[in-house]
């Protein structure tokens, strides 16, 4: 599957192995990950399996998630993802930036072409997690029309502890 989404500044497309050198750039970043659950990425090859499972992924005639590439002017400056949840009809989205392009609304931008996505795919709610402390992340969730859903906790790679948390949910 090769889908192409066009935005006024942006445009998304499948993540590609060959995007390794400005995927680790973000993925890599300790001080741009360190609210998020899965990352830091701690060595390239955590980087290149990411990748290449994106890929994979990608080639599949129905994807099980959905990767993008975020590209700025055609230079790589991110990434946008939809995956399906376990509850029918719900998927979550989630981004993230090089630290370079925050505060300009490109994540808000790529979000809402995912939220377009997700509609086009059938989805009906789409949620989105961040950690209390990350205020770039739940303003990006209200800027899409998301609202608190509820607050939890959950495990978070670089804080060695549970960590307050956010989900915020739309209804598609």
């Not at 390794?20 to 750039?25: K, P, R």
């Not at 209390?132 to 060695?160: C, D, F, I």
Request: with cysteine; hydrophobic share 35%.
């Amino acid at each position: 599957m090769e889908k192409i989404i066009q935005t006024p500044r942006l445009t998304l497309r499948p993540i590609r192995e060959t995007d390794f050198e400005t995927t680790y750039a973000y993925t890599g970043d300790l001080e741009g990950t360190k609210y998020m659950v899965f990352l830091p990425h701690k060595t390239p090859d955590e980087a290149r399996k990411f990748l290449r499972e994106a890929a994979q992924e990608w080639a599949k005639p129905h994807p099980g998630y959905f990767e993008f590439a975020v590209l700025l002017q055609g230079k790589h400056i991110g990434g946008v993802a939809l995956t399906p949840c376990e509850e029918e009809g719900t998927g979550e989205l989630g981004w993230i930036l090089q630290r370079a392009h925050w505060g300009k609304g490109y994540a808000t931008e790529a979000a809402q072409a995912l939220v377009g996505f997700a509609r086009e795919i059938g989805l009906q709610k789409l949620i989105a997690h961040c950690d209390h402390r990350n205020t770039g992340s739940y303003r990006v969730m209200e800027h899409l029309g998301m609202a608190l859903e509820k607050t939890g906790v959950r495990p978070y790679q670089e804080a060695g502890a549970p960590v307050a948390e956010y989900q915020y949910a739309l209804t598609l």
